[in-house]
Every structure is written in C-alpha cells, then in structure tokens.
C-alpha cells in the first residue's frame, strides 16, 4: 500500500531521518523529518498553471506547532489552536526566505507549503527540520526548485561554537545564530549575539554552512529516487522584445526620474509613466499588464544597478560607503517614559518606552511551556509612512519580523531582572520610510531606553547593507534605501554596539555570495555603525541617572520564603487587600522576593508597611510604638508591629501598684513598649522601663530570660528610627 522512501543520518549526536511515501501522498512534495523525538510533517503543493495576472511570485509558507505534539491541551477558550504565534510567523519567514530566490525569475505558479509539528521533544527545536522539510518537500514535488537547501543551528557555549544545541543550552549561549544556504552558498542568516566581533560572527556563519552538507546530500539522494519530472515552465518569447521597445520609448526619462534626490517626487513621476505605459499596451492588447509591468521593472533594475556597478552612484547621489544624514532627538513626547525621534535620510522612527510592573509582563503559551516575557518590542509600519492610503490592520508578518529583529539586537544590552525589575515595552511608530526602517527601529529604542533610565549595558545602532553584483563585478552599498533593496542582491542588516554585534540578518536573492563579500559587507557594516553610533551621542550617550518621572517607582525586598503564604493570605486575599488599600501593585517571587511598584511614594511605603507588619519579628529588648486595643483584668494587648499585639500584663503599666487597668489606659491610646520575653511566639510587653514621652529605654542593661530571635533571619532596619519598618536590603529605582 505505502511506498515508503526513507533517508537517515547523525547529525550533530543525534538521528535525522527524511520519510516520504506514507503520510499526506496527495501532495506534490510530502515529508516527514524526525530529528530525536522532533517531528514535522512538511508538504508542498504547485498550482499548475500560472496566473497571468500575476507580477510577483505567489509563494506562502505556514508553519504550524500542533499542542498535542508536546502532550499539551492549548490555552485560552476554545482550547485549540488560533492564530499563528509569533515564534510561528518568525519560523515561516524562516522558510521562506532562502527558498523564494530560488525559483525562476518568470515563474508565477502559486506553491503553497505547510510545515505542521506532530511530536515535540522538549530538547530539539522543530524550526531546523521544518527548513530541511520543506526544502527535501520542494526537492521531490516537481517544483522548479533550485535547491535543495538546508539549514542548521549555530550556538556558542563558552566560547565553542555548538551544532544544533538542545532547547534546554539556549539559555547558557551567547550566539544563536541560524543560516541556510545550498551546497555552494550563503543564502541566510538570522543571529542573535552577546557583542560578538564581526570575524567571529563570519565564522559562525561558515561553520554552520559546512556542517550543513550531510543534509543537503541525504535530500539530493532522496530527490534522485522518488523526485517528480520538474514542471515546464511558460516561456515569454517576446519579454526582450517587449523590453527594448519599452526602453526606445521611456529610458531617457526614466534614466532623468533616478536623477531626483526626494523620493516622493521620484516616486510620483515614476507611477505617472507606470499609468501611461498600461493605458498605451491597453489599447493595442498585445501584451498583458503584468508583462508590461515586468518589463519596465526590469528597465528599472539596469538603469539603477548600472549606475551603481558603472559609477559608482547611486539614486540619492551617495557613494556606497556614505550614510544618510542623521538627527536624533530624546524626550520627544511629554508624558511618557522615554522617547526618542530617529531620523536618517527618509527613513523615520518615533519609539516609546514604557515602565511596568511584573503584572505587565506577557504570558506565552507554547510547545516549551509557559512563560513569561519582561521586555517587548512592538514595531509598527502605517500606510502614511510611504505616502500611501490603504487598510489599517492587525500587525503582519513583516511588522512581527521587524520588531523581532530589533528586539534581538536591543535584548544582549539589557540589565537582569535583579538589576532593574520592571517590564520594559517599546513601541516603533514607522513615520517615514525609505528602506531600513527595522535598524532605525534599533536605534531609536537604544535611546528611547536610555531615556527612559533604563540602564542598557552600551547604546545599540543599526545599519542595512545593500549589494549589486554582475558577473564578477560587485559594489557593497551602505544604509540601503529602499529601491536598492527592491533592486539588489542582498539585503544584510548588522546591529551592535561599539564592543561588538548584537544581531545579524541576512538575506541573499542570488546565488553566488562568497566569504570575501560577506567580510567586506561586515567590515563596511562596522565603519558605518560607529558612525551612527557617534551621531546619536549627539543626543544621548548614556542612560539617566533615574527613571522617568512619569515611570512608577519599584521597591524590591526579599522575605523569608515561609512567610510567603501569610502575605498572599488565603485565596489571595490578603494581597488583594493590601493592593486596595495602598493603591500599589505587589508581585511576589517563590524565593519570597517582593516587588511593589506605584505612581508615588505614599502608596509604596503603605504597601510596604503592611507587608513589613506581617512578616516582620518581635525583638526582645527593643522599643516600639504602640497603640491599645484592648483592655483586661489583668492588662492589656497592645499593638506594637504591624498586625502584632503583645500582652502588657499590669504589673508592667508603671512602677506604681495598678489597682485597676482601667484607671491607666484607655483602648486606642497610644503608647511606648519594650519586648522583655517572647514564649512560643506571645510577646509579653513592659511600659515602666520606657519613658512614655522620650521613648528612651530606662534600663538598658536589661537581658532577658528568653534566647533572641536567630541572627539567621533576616533583620530589617528603619529609615525613620524605628526597626521593622524597612527592610535593610530593599533597593528603590527611581
């Protein structure tokens, strides 16, 4: 029934196996990759013909993490998968991206490929193996495919680069880099760092493409067994023809349009010829508009990376290394807690920072389990930011891409939780935009957190590097605009600080990037980096000495973990109570450390001094303030600490014989005690060795009966003379 096609390897210390012929046979390409107890069912179906009104290759990759696959029931009402994730969307521009440039330039099927995750083992990550699936997929589909590809995980553990590490070592790496690429090239790189240099991060790149041709030769193999026919592809016999009688008519004023410096204007002049040339061709009805269109881009293309290859010059007038000018400014908005305007050229971000407490942090539901997530970075990109009116919708997938990028490059500086324990959100409102946007992004929110007073580690900058290359002739361009990304080879984005990178994306559309462009390309990324970096000092250099005004004041202390429970109290109820009457936020940690975080001090040091009353211990020998809240026969209780009463037996009111307690003291009148004894945790209290006005202890030399509390707790010491009030290892940022 089943012709079963299997291809196995070790890799990395561990199996990887590729099975077609069992599961999902209707589709074009099906694979099922197993790597450990990781398994990705990956499939790949081609529209048979293509659609003529197409003028872009229509390629779509959905990844897709199946709970069950890790024994897990999905979170949420309706307790089954809905929208995509981010770390979904993040996985199928993963896919996506080194397999679209390989695909003929006039090829204008649809292919449609579905990575889903059937069985997760908690230790390999399903993204490498839904890459190799849907490379080995294409390989066998029939597809015109110029692969196959494949890609690997580069980690770095004390200072070793490490293959495909265990999800359980992501935490101890200060690399995480991922490339993919075909036997002979680079085709991308996505990269997390710790301020590694750029030799270093090169060779992580190589390192990984190496180890990477075992899988490559094993989907080769599979492809040579079970592979389809590759489908014809439609030939335009008259795209040349098209494009030198396009070119007799608009290449001289096509060749004056690139010769205007402000892209709205160029861009305005460009769709006014765009709408002449289709009413032309409508009339005649010889060619499409989709041909049409191809033709003029194509006209496009060699007039602008001629310039470039030939001249040395390019759309704005600059040479390849030169940046565009730069005018960074902080505190831009009034009432938030960091911000900061980042323009370079026309490319424009406004990013805002804002402080919260551990309650704002966000809560992912995923494969690996829960968790919790104290820094955010939103990146948002509206029509009016490239002159444009169209839907305003939820963020897509290049939006979460974008700001996942920046928010790899800003991740490496920011302090430790213990450090600084807010949760920190940035937002990046794109307000104009002409290419490397995602790099502006970093270096607005690099400012918009120091702003803020967040104590990043170095100032983060970011910078977009461009490539055209013609046969053995390439230029290396600097902060790309962009047409040049449109119209180039490569898209390579470089962030990091003065000490090194923080993250690295690159992206290739041909194949033939060589290790000696990619040095150029990060040595020519470096140089303009500091550049940039020296002109935000401009505005900012270093973090501020204390949080914005407008941001809520964190006190954080730590109790001992058994009184953990009487803080939270029953239900939460004692929390909730404490958090209404003070009008501050209190998060507690297992190992009983306490964050209280408010918008003024009065309902900080009300929420810490009802936690202090609870948690705080009785000293024998020591004077406290206290109130009487209840007379006996025989003396009365007294509340001295927090919620503590402690008994003030009647021949401890005054020197004087007391014949009656109630011709001493009176409920609610306040007075000053001394703890002369603790049994098995009642306090017996005294008012005649305290001088009821001073408070000052008349018999100092006292010692009681009853040993101390243990020095092993711990001891907390007040700001206003009185013990108990503040715990002596609380820190406040403010």
Not at 154 to 170: A, C, H, Q, R, T
Not at 541 to 570: L, M, Q, Y
Not at 714 to 721: H, L, Q, R, T, V
Request: overall charge negative; glycine content about 8%; hydrophobic content about 40%.
């Amino acid at each position: 029934m089943f012709n079963i096609v299997r291809k196995e390897i070790e890799w990395a210390g561990r199996k990887l196996i590729l099975e077609t012929g069992k599961v999902a046979r209707q589709a074009d390409g099906s694979v099922m990759v197993t790597y450990g107890e990781t398994m990705v069912l990956c499939t790949v179906v081609t529209q048979k013909t293509p659609d003529a009104h197409k003028n872009f290759f229509p390629l779509t990759v959905h990844y897709k993490e199946m709970f069950f696959a890790a024994g897990k029931i999905p979170g949420g009402f309706f307790k089954r998968e809905g929208r995509p994730s981010e770390k979904e969307v993040l996985t199928s521009r993963l896919i996506d991206r080194p397999i679209r440039p390989l695909f003929p330039a006039n090829f204008f099927n649809e292919i449609q490929i579905i990575c889903t995750v059937m069985s997760y083992d908690g230790d390999n990550d399903p993204d490498i193996a839904a890459l190799v699936g849907a490379s080995a997929a294409l390989a066998i589909s029939g597809a015109p495919f110029a692969g196959p590809i494949a890609a690997s995980r580069v980690g770095m553990i004390d200072g070793e680069f490490v293959l495909n590490p265990s999800v359980k070592e992501y935490s101890t790496m200060s690399l995480d880099l991922v490339v993919a690429g075909t036997k002979s090239s680079v085709l991308m790189v996505e990269s997390e760092a710790s301020e590694l240099p750029e030799d270093k991060m090169l060779e992580a790149v190589v390192f990984g493409h190496e180890a990477m041709q075992p899988v490559i030769n094993i989907i080769t193999e599979l492809a040579k067994d079970v592979g389809k026919p590759q489908m014809a592809l439609v030939q335009h016999k008259d795209g040349e023809d098209l494009l030198k009688e396009i070119s007799k008519l608009f290449e001289k004023d096509l060749r004056a349009v690139f010769d205007e410096r402000v892209k709205q204007l160029r861009t305005e002049k460009i769709r006014s010829m765009q709408a002449s040339l289709k009413e032309k061709y409508k009339e005649h009805g010889e060619h499409s508009e989709a041909d049409v269109m191809r033709a003029f881009n194509s006209l496009q293309e060699r007039i602008v990376r001629g310039n470039i290859i030939d001249k040395n010059l390019r759309i704005d007038g600059r040479d390849p290394v030169t940046v565009r000018p730069i005018v960074s400014e902080v505190e831009f908005l009034a009432r938030t807690h960091g911000s900061a305007l980042f323009t370079r050229g026309e490319t424009q971000a406004l990013v805002v920072t804002t402080l919260g407490s551990a309650q704002d942090e966000q809560l992912i539901d995923a494969l690996n389990g829960d968790s919790k997530l104290s820094f955010m970075l939103h990146y948002n990109f509206p029509p009016y930011s490239v002159g444009e009116h169209s839907p305003v919708r939820s963020p897509g997938r290049r939006e979460i891409g974008h700001g996942k990028l920046a928010w790899r490059a800003i991740h490496p500086v920011l302090p430790s939780k213990e450090q600084f324990p807010y949760t920190i959100r940035c937002v990046s409102e794109i307000t104009e935009s002409n290419g490397s946007s995602s790099m502006a992004t970093v270096c607005g929110a690099s400012l918009a957190l120091m702003d803020a007073g967040v104590p990043i580690k170095s100032p983060v900058a970011g910078i977009a590097m461009g490539l055209v290359k013609e046969g053995n002739k390439f230029v290396v361009l600097s902060d790309i605009m962009g047409d040049e990304d449109y119209l180039g080879d490569m898209d390579f984005k470089v962030a990091g600080t003065e000490n090194g990178v923080t993250a690295l994306q690159m992206d290739i559309k041909i194949d033939g990037i060589t290790t000696e462009i990619m040095h150029l390309a990060l040595k020519q990324a470096q140089e303009g980096r500091m550049h940039i970096l020296s002109r935000m000092k401009d505005s900012l250099s270093v973090a501020r000495e204390s949080i914005s005004k407008n941001a809520p004041t964190i006190t954080s202390f730590v109790i001992p973990k058994d009184k953990i429970r009487e803080v939270i109290g029953s239900g939460g109820k004692v929390i909730r109570e404490i958090c209404e009457v003070s009008g501050a936020k209190v998060d507690i940690d297992d190992n009983g450390t306490i964050s209280v975080s408010a918008v003024n001090s009065e309902a900080s040091e009300k929420a810490i001094q009802m936690i202090q009353g609870i948690v705080a211990e009785a000293e024998v020998g020591k004077v406290y303030d206290g109130k009487v809240v209840k007379l006996l026969e025989f003396g009365a209780f007294v509340n001295f600490l927090g919620s503590k009463d402690g008994l003030l037996h009647i021949s401890e009111i005054q020197s004087d014989r007391v014949q009656d307690v109630n011709d001493v003291l009176k409920e609610g009148d306040a007075v000053k005690v001394k703890v002369i004894g603790l049994d098995k945790g009642k306090v017996r209290l005294s008012m005649k060795v305290v001088n009821q006005k001073t408070g000052e202890d008349l018999d100092p030399n006292f010692t009681p009966s009853e040993p101390k509390p243990s020095s092993s707790k711990p001891k907390y010491s007040g700001s206003n003379g009185r013990s108990g009030d503040k715990p002596a290892n609380k820190k406040k940022f403010f």
